[in-house]
């Protein structure tokens, strides 16, 4: 044992012994390089899930070292989730350098000097970093040429977002709204209306500068804080700058009109009209057009468009649709040579509506997508003049001949441009047609069951082009209002509200299938759900170009029209009060149109906003009336009488109240002695709405005429507001009457010897004006049966509304309000029918 132990210690010295001459041997160097051939090499802070699961070294090589020496080995490397600190600075630098690049050629864009050369090589595809370097090298260092690009002063002030209207329980202090959880739950916004902002996003407004702006009391408003007029608003931007000294010059027309595949081709104007040989001032019309109307109703794709007008083929351009694009074009400018008559702006863009009907009357095969389209644009700019009628027939003649045409059959087989102008020209006129149907109060031109086609595709190009505000000045140098269009969202977006507005039609006028209750709120929640499925990229406050805020108007003027007509009604077993969401509607349409005048002034709106503005101001004259009466004693005795059976009978009263008596009356009686006194809140929206028309009328001539029917209608309910009028009152009276060469629809006045028929035999009695029959209290409020001699103003012989005096009629009260006689009316059971429906006089 001893000699076992000995000879263990002395190996173990043995061995000390030697390891101790080789280090001395080798010094530090051949310990560091011993170290070194440990493993295999260098090591990688990421290893290949090959070496992780082994727990051995990596090389950090594809593949590695130690999978490669494997045979059916894969050598993965997975993405750390952690990155060092170094990678961090590495990549926020990287960012930093890309962001100032950016900027760099964003301010170059604003540069008089230099914004031409930039637009072009960014046309060509050069990247930001090489023209951020040719700018670096033409600006002199030390220098700043260029001013850094920051939002103006009064869009980072602050925008308040009042929520939309689908929040009915906001403003409203009685009733809840139709919420998710069934009727008279309330409505909540949910998560998705949440306004999100990036803290470096230039829509990102501070708390402090919210709290500086007034609280909105309008759904959808944005409230601006300003402390003078805001520069925002298109127009004054370039109140500092050189005015062009011709119109062969138009800034920013270009990139209005893009994209150009060859924007120096030159075809001359004689390709597309004999109006005029100035191709400055067709591409002038034409930006204008695509600037402030395109869109929302447009049949056309404007990338078909401008690529075969640019290179003057006709496969989606033709001389019929650019003499109408012009002419609805000229609605928007102010220059001589956009009207007929220099010297009358009311003939703006006549002589270029003048050829295009010379060209229609030409047609042998109006079956082309072109003259469908022209058919549209037409239509639009007539409702602009105020012939309703004329747009009306053009609307559904363009409509008419796309069905004929089976454009709503698309199957998507086939070239996809052809596919792509089809879907487009189909959804303009179905979307055109149910705006005139839904304001006129009439079925659509095509059936409930229509077949529809796919809608346009969105296209990220496309989207993410610049919507540019432009002028007869052009484009301004101060780009403000500059932002992503994100046109094909607005168009999708519009063509499904376009068939919700398809089902209300039907739900409210189909003669077989009376409106219930059920059907109302049913169509009503759709409203709400689209309202909220909005894309987050056309919510107010992310985008606020003249195409999202119609779209947002066009909402509430079709949740106002569902309901307007049944304003004296209560919907049985729900909280909603029909009356109460129309006034919000209108105050919303008012809200918005305030933001818009805020932005780009009145004087470039599309076509169709009066429309709204007088649906709005129509409301507030309405539930004014009625609020005022309701507070006043002697209106308070009458009105306690509106049903049959309760109380003492009523006096004219009540029955010439807008929520009392329909529109036909001929001749309505006042209200009350002393004209009733309007709540301040009411007054005020009456009172800019008013001052919203007079500030359109020269764009757009029916603003003048809805002036008119205000006025009418205002002094038929005894209210006292203030409308400027222009002509002689005889004059004024013609235009709120019927006549022959118009269909009416927008007629409030109107009179049973309207009706009235008169035979040759009965020349004596026409030589004897008949007054015009009025009702007396018992037969206006209790609808009785009335006979020859119930009524002492009656002529003798004759019956109300039919001139014979034959029979005798059943005088019921009417449940329904509508301020146009000549307009359609919802299917509404009558009597206990009524009830049966669900719904209640109030």
């Not at 996809?416 to 102008?421: G, I």
């Not at 503005?613 to 005022?628: D, E, F, K, N, R």
């Not at 309910?717 to 269909?743: A, C, F, M, Y």
């Not at 049966?836 to 109030?842: D, I, S, Y």
Request: aromatic share 8%.
């Amino acid at each position: 044992m001893e000699d076992e132990q000995g000879r263990g210690t002395s190996i173990e010295q043995t061995s000390t012994s030697s390891r101790s001459q080789k280090n001395d041997a080798t010094g530090p160097a051949s310990a560091l390089s011993a170290k070194r051939r440990r493993g295999l090499g260098i090591v990688t802070p990421n290893a290949c899930t090959e070496c992780r699961k082994k727990r051995a070294k990596c090389d950090g090589q594809t593949p590695c070292g130690r999978c490669r020496s494997q045979k059916d080995v894969e050598c993965v490397y997975e993405v750390p989730v952690r990155q060092s600190k170094e990678n961090l600075r590495h990549e926020i630098e990287s960012l930093r350098k890309q962001q100032r690049q950016t900027e760099n050629v964003l301010s170059a864009l604003v540069q008089p000097e230099l914004w031409e050369d930039v637009l072009r090589r960014l046309r060509n595809g050069q990247p930001i970093e090489v023209i951020s370097e040719w700018l670096s090298g033409i600006v002199p260092s030390g220098a700043s040429a260029l001013p850094s690009y920051v939002q103006p002063a009064e869009l980072r002030s602050g925008v308040t977002l009042a929520p939309p209207l689908s929040t009915y329980t906001v403003t409203m202090t009685g009733p809840v709204g139709y919420g998710p959880g069934g009727i008279g739950q309330p409505i909540t916004q949910g998560s998705s209306m949440k306004q999100d902002f990036d803290a470096n996003s230039p829509w990102n407004f501070s708390s402090q500068s919210q709290s500086l702006s007034q609280p909105s009391t309008h759904p959808d408003e944005m409230q601006w804080s300003l402390e003078g007029p805001p520069r925002s608003r298109v127009g004054l931007w370039l109140q500092d700058q050189d005015q062009p000294g011709d119109n062969t010059q138009y800034r920013g027309v270009d990139q209005v009109l893009a994209p150009l595949e060859n924007p120096e081709a030159k075809v001359p104007p004689s390709t597309w009209t004999n109006i005029t040989n100035d191709s400055a001032l067709v591409r002038h019309l034409l930006a204008l057009y695509f600037c402030w109307e395109y869109p929302t109703f447009a049949s056309l794709s404007k990338e078909h468009f401008m690529r075969d007008y640019v290179q003057g083929r006709h496969r989606y351009c033709s001389p019929i649709l650019i003499n109408a694009l012009l002419s609805l074009g000229c609605r928007f400018s102010t220059k001589p040579d956009s009207r007929a008559n220099p010297n009358d702006s009311k003939t703006s863009g006549d002589h270029f509506f003048k050829e295009t009907l010379r060209l229609l009357s030409r047609e042998t095969n109006n079956h082309n997508l072109t003259t469908i389209q022209a058919l549209g644009i037409m239509s639009i700019r007539e409702a602009s003049c105020g012939r309703d009628s004329e747009s009306w027939y053009y609307a559904g003649q363009s409509v008419r001949l796309a069905i004929e045409m089976g454009l709503h059959r698309i199957n998507g087989d086939g070239d996809e441009d052809e596919l792509a102008v089809q879907a487009a020209t189909f959804w303009g006129a179905f979307a055109l047609d149910h705006a005139w149907s839904l304001a006129t109060g009439s079925l659509p031109q095509c059936s409930w069951f229509l077949q529809l086609p796919p809608k346009p595709n969105i296209i990220d190009g496309i989207e993410a082009s610049l919507w540019i505000p432009y002028t007869d000045d052009g484009a301004p140098l101060q780009r403000s209002a500059e932002q992503p269009s994100n046109v094909r969202s607005v168009y999708k977006c519009f063509c499904e509200l376009s068939e919700l507005v398809h089902q209300s039609l039907y739900v409210l006028h189909s003669p077989g299938r009376p409106l219930s209750s059920r059907d109302l709120l049913s169509i009503y929640t759709q409203y709400l759900n689209w309202y909220d499925s909005i894309p987050e990229v056309l919510r107010l406050g992310h985008n606020f170009t003249p195409a999202v805020l119609f779209a947002h108007m066009y909402y509430h003027f079709a949740i106002l029209l569902l309901f307007r007509p049944l304003i004296k009604l209560r919907i049985i077993g729900s909280a909603i009060l029909p009356r109460d969401v129309c006034s919000q509607a209108a105050d919303a349409i008012q809200g918005l149109l305030r933001s818009y005048s805020q932005l780009y002034t009145l004087r470039r709106t599309p076509s169709f906003v009066p429309y709204f503005l007088l649906t709005s101001s129509i409301m507030h004259l309405a539930v004014g009336a009625t609020l005022s009466e309701s507070v006043s004693p002697t209106a308070h005795s009458t009105t306690s009488t509106a049903r049959p059976g309760h109380g003492q009978a009523g006096s004219s009263h009540a029955a010439s109240s807008p929520l009392a008596g329909s529109s036909e009356e001929p001749i309505p009686s006042p209200l009350s002695s002393a004209t009733p006194k309007l709540s301040p809140k009411v007054a005020a929206t009456i009172k800019q709405g008013i001052a919203d028309l007079a500030e359109m009328a020269p764009c757009h001539h029916f603003a003048e005429q809805a002036l008119n029917i205000l006025r009418f209608l205002a002094k038929k309910w005894n209210i006292d507001v203030d409308v400027p009028h222009q002509g002689t009152q005889e004059e004024i009276d013609k235009l709120v009457r019927p006549s022959t060469n118009s269909l009416n629809f927008f007629i409030p006045n109107i009179s049973v010897d309207d009706f009235r028929s008169s035979w040759p035999e009965r020349k004596a009695q026409r030589a004897a004006p008949i007054p015009p029959y009025e009702y007396n209290d018992t037969e206006r409020m209790e609808g009785v049966v009335i006979g020859e001699q119930s009524n002492p103003k009656r002529q003798p012989g004759s019956s109300a509304g039919s001139g014979q005096g034959v029979g005798a009629s059943y005088i019921a009260e009417n449940p329904l309000f509508w301020p146009f006689p000549m307009q359609g009316r919802p299917m509404l059971p009558e009597g206990p029918q009524l009830e049966e429906a669900g719904f209640a006089l109030l």
